[in-house]
Each structure stands twice: as structure tokens, then as C-alpha cells.
């Protein structure tokens, strides 16, 4: 499977601010996504980036605040804009060879937001 | 009604014994089943992908899905205190749709 980073690992931020968090693969997937893992809850999918095109994004999750970005193969952000306390939470990105392929994750980016 | 269902556990067991993990769902157009192991603080791993029903052995673990009640397993055998970490069922529709439906994870100890 590939290999995949995220950066940073952790932070921690001020409400109102934003942040963006990089997911970098170690080889050319077609597909890949950024999910949230809240506190005692369980993984929820914010959007499919998609390469070259705007970002789908589920029902509850809107792009001014999950802008994402996806420039090439191998490479996606995630912004997370004018954060609050409820914005707390580990942020994860996944990546598929095919669409309806094995999900891989990445190691998350833990975010506290004060 | 969530659509996944999963014990969130923790569940402790000795070391060597037979683990039982299990989660159950409510939408019959799940067709993908799938298991990952998340050690504290770290990412989801996969474990086991399987399609529709039927059983599936890698090793130590065997994922049982049985359609009919909506319902999958994971069995751990000889459990290692390694093994020791949180464990999410995961699934998903058939095609290619992409979005996983995951249950909250069952956190699982393994003591020596």
C-alpha cells in the first residue's frame, strides 16, 4: 500500500484563525479524501478531492469552510477556516488506487482549537 | 438510529484468548466490509476487506459477514498484547462509490 504523510501532526490554534493541513503520497492514487474523527465518535467523511476540479463534499460539510485543494496525483490540502472549539478533532486523509478500492489513511493531524 | 452499530467497548481479555468484535447495520445496500485497527494515536489501518457475505482468514483474524442479520465479525485468535488498540467496522455501497460508513470503534486490551 502507499505511503502517506500528513502535516503537521498536531496543533493547536485560536478560534477564528484556520489552518491547513497537507497530505502527501508516495505514488500517484486517483482518489483521495479527507475525513474527520471527533472526539468518541466515529470517522465522518468530509469530501473527495479531486484533481484538477473542485472538491464533492457530503451533506454537513461546506467548502468556505473545508476549502481543499488538489493539485496533482500524489498531493491534497485541507483548510479549516475560522475555527471554533467544535472544529477540535483529528483530521485524516485517505487514498484509493481506483474508486471502490481499499481506503489507506494517512497518520491524522490532531487539532485543538482554544 | 446510527447506521452502523458497534460496542465501543473497552473490552479486556488475557493474552492468548479468542477475541469476538462485532458491529451490525442497518442499510441492506451494504455490499463492502471492512475492519481497521487504529493504535492510540495514529491512523486506521486495514485489516480485512471483504465483499458481501461469506468468511475470510488472514492469519490470526477471520471476518465473518453475514447479510441476512446485518451483522459482521472480527475474530482475533491467540490474542497478543500487540493487538491491543481500537477497532473500527467499517462499509460501503457497491460500485464505486467511495464513502466509508464507519461504526465508533471497540476498544480492545490484550493483558499478559
Known amino acids: 500500500s502507499a505511503v502517506i504523510s500528513q502535516k503537521p501532526s498536531r496543533d493547536i490554534c485560536q478560534r477564528g484563525t484556520s489552518l491547513t493541513i497537507q497530505c502527501q503520497v508516495d505514488?500517484?492514487?486517483?482518489?483521495m479524501f479527507w475525513y474527520r474523527q471527533q472526539p468518541g465518535q466515529s470517522l465522518t467523511l468530509i469530501a473527495t478531492?479531486?484533481?484538477?476540479?473542485?472538491?464533492?463534499?457530503e451533506s454537513g460539510f461546506v467548502i468556505d469552510k473545508f476549502p481543499i485543494s488538489r493539485p496533482n496525483l500524489t498531493f491534497s490540502t485541507l483548510t479549516v477556516s475560522n475555527m471554533s472549539p467544535e472544529d477540535s478533532s483529528i483530521y485524516l486523509c485517505?487514498?484509493?488506487?481506483?474508486?471502490?478500492?481499499?481506503?489507506?489513511f494517512g497518520p491524522g493531524t490532531r487539532l485543538t482549537v482554544l | 438510529q446510527k447506521e452502523v452499530e458497534q460496542d465501543p467497548g473497552p473490552l479486556s481479555v488475557p493474552e492468548g484468548a479468542i477475541v469476538s468484535l462485532n458491529c451490525t447495520y442497518s442499510?441492506?445496500?451494504?455490499?463492502?466490509f471492512m475492519w481497521y485497527r487504529q493504535y492510540s494515536r495514529k491512523g486506521p489501518e486495514l485489516l480485512m476487506y471483504?465483499?458481501?457475505?461469506g468468511n475470510k482468514e488472514d492469519g490470526r483474524f477471520t471476518a465473518q459477514v453475514d447479510k441476512s442479520s446485518k451483522y459482521i465479525s472480527l475474530f482475533i485468535r491467540d490474542s497478543q498484547p500487540s493487538d491491543s488498540a481500537t477497532y473500527l467496522c467499517?462499509?460501503?455501497?457497491?460500485?464505486?462509490?467511495?464513502?466509508?460508513?464507519f461504526g465508533a470503534g471497540t476498544r480492545l486490551a490484550v493483558h499478559p
Open positions: 485517505s487514498v484509493a488506487g481506483d474508486p471502490g478500492n481499499e481506503q489507506f
Open positions: 478531492a479531486n484533481q484538477g476540479s473542485e472538491a464533492t463534499y
Open positions: 505514488s500517484q492514487v486517483t482518489m
Open positions: 467499517a462499509m460501503r455501497y457497491s460500485g464505486g462509490y467511495n464513502k466509508l460508513i
Open positions: 442499510n441492506s445496500a451494504f455490499q463492502y
Open positions: 471483504t465483499y458481501s457475505s
